[in-house]
């Protein structure tokens, strides 16, 4: 029997919590600068020393960035819902995903999302989730390839977060899901699909770079990227030379990942190919990177050079089969808490 007196406690339920990267409130400068500020601070994205690199950063970048940021933001900004695409797209994501699980698993289950950079964010998101009863928690950051600077930081997040929680729930993490035969064939899919009916003679897989550094400090990333790539041709029963890798995003100085995406579009070009498409997979949800850079700076540079049609493959987002993936992924980790 518990005492009249005994703090109310809920029912326990068993919660679902993706995260995705994060986004700007909004593509004003001051949103802007909180944004960055907190992302290019994380010691997994920027490791260079703190006494290196704060000084450049609140110094001169934090100075000009938010305004250069802010206009790519805009251009791409969901008006309507005065949101980025990155957040309407991860929204639309969780309540495909609280539906099926619903569906599934009744009220023992609660789906949320959270950002790693900015709202909502992860220790908010969590502790709601435990003040509802969650007191086990699949934690699923929407990175398909593992990275210190993806993956990892979102799951460093989530134990920050757990530290503040006096009573903390079960927790897990989930695998990577960069070569799952259910999101090789989402992927290919989606190639099929967007490409049917045109021409283009190069499929140009796009991942977001990270400095050649880590790969040499032990990052598998590179490693995963270039397996998807190589089950994706296989899956369109492609011959080698059609789809290339390539990574995009250098920021900085030091060597990145190569080939760099925006060169290598414009040597296809050069090369006579004139006709290609881009995607890419290691995007869950279109943003930044996909909406404004692939479809507008590597694009233009493409064009420049002599292309003549760039068609960009969409990111899987809130499509069926892409849900049915990251539902498999659920599955497969929450075997035995409901």
């Not at 029997?1 to 995260?19: R, S």
């Not at 789906?111 to 908010?124: H, I, K, L, Q, W």
């Not at 979102?154 to 799952?180: E, G, H, I, S």
Request: charged share 25%; proline share 6%.
């Amino acid at each position: 029997m518990i005492p009249a007196d005994h703090p109310k406690t809920p029912q326990p339920k068993t919660g679902i919590l993706i995260a995705n990267l994060g986004t700007p409130d909004g593509y004003d400068y001051w949103s802007m600068r909180r944004y960055l500020a907190e992302f290019l601070s994380d010691k997994r994205v920027i490791d260079y020393p703190a006494w290196k690199w704060q000084p450049l950063l609140q110094g001169i970048i934090l100075t000009k960035r938010p305004f250069t940021s802010g206009a790519n933001y805009k251009l791409i900004w969901n008006e309507e819902q005065n949101e980025s695409p990155l957040m309407t797209i991860t929204r639309e994501q969780t309540e495909a995903l609280r539906a099926r699980a619903t569906a599934e698993w009744g009220d023992r289950v609660m789906v949320e999302f959270c950002m790693r950079y900015g709202n909502p964010s992860t220790d908010a998101v969590l502790d709601r989730m435990v003040r509802a009863g969650c007191r086990r928690i699949v934690f699923l950051p929407l990175y398909p390839q593992y990275a210190g600077a993806t993956s990892a930081t979102a799951n460093d997040q989530l134990f920050r977060a757990l530290m503040t929680q006096k009573w903390q729930p079960a927790v897990r993490t989930v695998d990577p899901y960069f070569d799952r035969p259910d999101y090789i064939a989402a992927l290919a899919g989606s190639v099929r699909r967007t490409l049917e009916g045109k021409t283009a003679t190069k499929l140009v897989a796009s991942y977001h770079g990270m400095p050649k550094r880590y790969l040499e400090e032990g990052d598998p990333y590179h490693c995963q990227c270039q397996k998807t790539s190589r089950l994706l041709q296989e899956a369109l029963g492609w011959q080698d030379g059609i789809l290339d890798t390539s990574f995009q995003s250098v920021f900085g100085t030091e060597e990145w990942l190569r080939p760099y995406t925006v060169q290598h579009v414009a040597e296809l070009a050069r090369q006579g190919h004139t006709d290609i498409a881009v995607i890419s997979p290691a995007f869950a949800a279109d943003c930044i990177e996909t909406l404004e850079e692939i479809n507008g700076e590597i694009r233009e540079a493409f064009l420049h050079a002599g292309g003549k049609t760039f068609t960009y493959i969409p990111c899987l987002n809130a499509e069926d089969a892409h849900i049915e993936v990251m539902m498999n992924v659920i599955r497969d980790n929450i075997s035995g808490w409901v």
